[in-house]
Nanobody
């Protein structure tokens, strides 16, 4: 599975941004696509994940501001981020993995394919 993340950039606090993650290759081998983010010196943090059939899991701190969605025809997952704060500044990664007994994973080790990351910078 190959993942191509895009859509990052510079945005002012309070603004919005939509990230995209295009999946290609044997996408049927992995049924969950997730977004993680990472800042230097910190561990990679789970943001949200969605399965191809539309089951969703959000990190508690992202609920209400971030929305994940998918387009099965385009094999693309989106992350709509609103009310952005400087603390949201990070490199955002998309990842592909499998659910475990239907449960969407929230740990990086549960995902075995990763995109290259896209930088999101929120200015105050």
């Amino acid at each position: 599975v190959q993942l191509q993340a895009s859509g990052g950039g510079l945005v002012q606090a309070g603004g919005s941004l939509t990230l995209s993650c295009a999946a290609s290759g044997r996408t049927s081998s992995r049924n969950a696509l997730a977004w993680f983010r990472q800042v230097p010196g910190k561990e990679r943090e789970f943001v949200a994940a969605i399965t191809w059939v539309g089951n969703i899991n959000y990190a508690d701190s992202m609920k209400g501001r971030f929305t994940i969605s998918n387009d099965n025809v385009k094999n693309t997952v989106y992350l709509r981020m609103s009310s952005l704060e400087p603390e949201d500044t990070a490199v955002y990664y998309c990842a592909a993995g499998r659910t475990t007994f239907g449960v969407i994973g929230t740990m990086p080790r549960q995902y075995d394919y990763w995109g290259q990351g896209t930088q999101v910078t929120v200015s105050s």
